[in-house]
């Protein structure tokens, strides 16, 4: 009764598992459109920036067709709705990054519950072990473009945009401060998100530094080794925190 019991609730978490497993790759799914409607909006504000007589002109005439109106289309406006589109976007993606890499932990576990059902201890390790071990330096690249070179270009475009606005002298006072305001709230989504994602990988970098510094500095002066649970009291006080996010 004892074995069956198991074999059920084995049978169980395997059947939750594949469906946990089915609803983050829906997620991913959308993260990958999301970004490439973000690129597509960044794209669109570039031209305006760079060539802003050639983008009103081609903008306008794209609008008036897919609307079927004659009427002058204000292309100031439209930047207006494209900075209120960008921030919805980047909310929405920066959101379902935070979402995917919760679920990856809940993935983890799972895979670590049903592992220990089989002698083979790479069973069901589709998501944790063997995807980390040996992980591809190209892996490695193609995480930092999107959770440090993406962001950070980002910002940096943003800023430049809204100081290019400043510039143009058709633009109301009224649209300018949206524009501002939507920047404003863009650049401190991006830092939130950077703030998430890399500051536990960076506060644990400088602590493993600052062990091993502690350690050198004690064997070139020719003291003892401090024991270990005294030398962690001292480099890491306060409680301990979660592990950081694993590059994906």
């Known amino acids: 009764m004892s074995a069956h019991s198991e074999d059920t609730k084995l049978e169980v978490l395997n059947d939750h598992y594949k469906d946990s497993f089915g609803h983050l790759q829906q997620f991913i799914k959308r993260r ?5 409607l973000i690129l597509a909006v960044i794209a669109l504000m570039l031209f305006q920036v760079f060539s802003p007589g050639e983008a009103s002109a081609t903008i306008s005439q794209f609008i008036s ?8 289309i204000n292309i100031t406006v ?14 929405r993606y920066f959101q379902t990054l935070v979402h995917i890499e919760r679920q990856y932990d809940y993935i983890h576990a799972l895979e670590e519950r049903l592992n220990q059902a089989f002698a083979d201890d790479r069973a069901f390790t589709r ?24 962001p950070v270009l980002l910002m940096t475009i943003i800023v430049y945009k809204i100081i290019s606005e ?4 058709t633009i109301t006072k009224g649209l300018f401060a949206f524009d501002c305001a939507a920047a404003i709230c863009i650049i401190i ?44 009291a001292i480099i890491e006080p306060g409680p301990t925190e979660q592990s950081p996010i694993e590059p994906r």
């Open 32 to 36: 990958d459109w999301l970004f490439f």
């Open 65 to 72: 067709k897919r609307l079927d109106v004659s009427a002058t």
């Open 78 to 91: 439209i930047g207006s709705v494209m900075w209120f589109g960008l921030l919805g976007l980047l909310l």
């Open 127 to 150: 998501e944790s072990k063997s995807y980390l071990t040996s992980y591809p330096l190209f892996s490695i690249w193609a995480w930092f473009l999107y959770t440090i070179v993406f």
């Open 166 to 169: 400043a510039k143009t002298p």
């Open 189 to 232: 989504s991006t830092l939130l998100y950077l703030h998430l994602m890399h500051f536990e990988t960076v506060k644990s970098a400088v602590t493993s530094t600052r062990r091993k510094a502690a350690h050198l500095y004690k064997r070139f002066r020719g003291v003892e080794e401090i024991p270990a649970p005294q030398l962690e």
